[in-house]
């Protein structure tokens, strides 16, 4: 069974920079479209960035677009985030999730079935 896992979530002032990693386990994700989500205290959690199984498609919320890239090295099997320009506005638990029904909005949660656990971002200074 697939297990998705990620890392590299922290403390960071604002314009600072953090790599998220989003390690799978028990399949390959070679097949499969992974998206990146946040969810932020009291607020619903939110499509933030898109990339299709061959990393030749990506997409961004346009809040993060020009700041965030996403990225895939399948032949280690995991997905990455990288943030830059940090903003308080940021900070949210992140979380990658494979996609598992096509045709629909990219963030669509239902889109999706696989998750991780989640990693803290915390933007401040």
């Known amino acids: 069974q697939l297990q998705l896992v990620e890392s590299g979530g922290g403390l960071v002032q604002p314009g600072g920079s953090l790599r998220l990693s989003c390690a799978a386990s028990?399949?390959?994700?070679?097949?499969?479209?992974i998206g990146w989500f946040r969810q932020a205290p009291g607020k619903e959690r939110e499509g933030v960035s898109y990339?299709?199984?061959?990393?030749?498609?990506?997409t961004y919320a346009d809040s993060v677009k020009g700041r965030f890239t996403i990225s895939r090295d399948n032949a280690k099997n995991t997905v990455y985030l990288q943030m830059n320009s940090l903003k308080p506005e940021d900070t949210a638990i992140y979380y990658c999730?494979?996609?598992?029904?096509?045709?629909?909005?990219?963030?669509?949660?239902?889109?999706?079935?696989?998750w991780g656990q989640g990693t803290q971002v915390t933007v401040s200074s």
């Open positions: 990339i299709s199984s061959s990393g030749s498609l990506t």
């Open positions: 028990g399949s390959t994700l070679d097949q499969n479209a």
């Open positions: 999730a494979r996609r598992f029904k096509y045709g629909t909005l990219w963030y669509l949660i239902n889109s999706y079935d696989y």
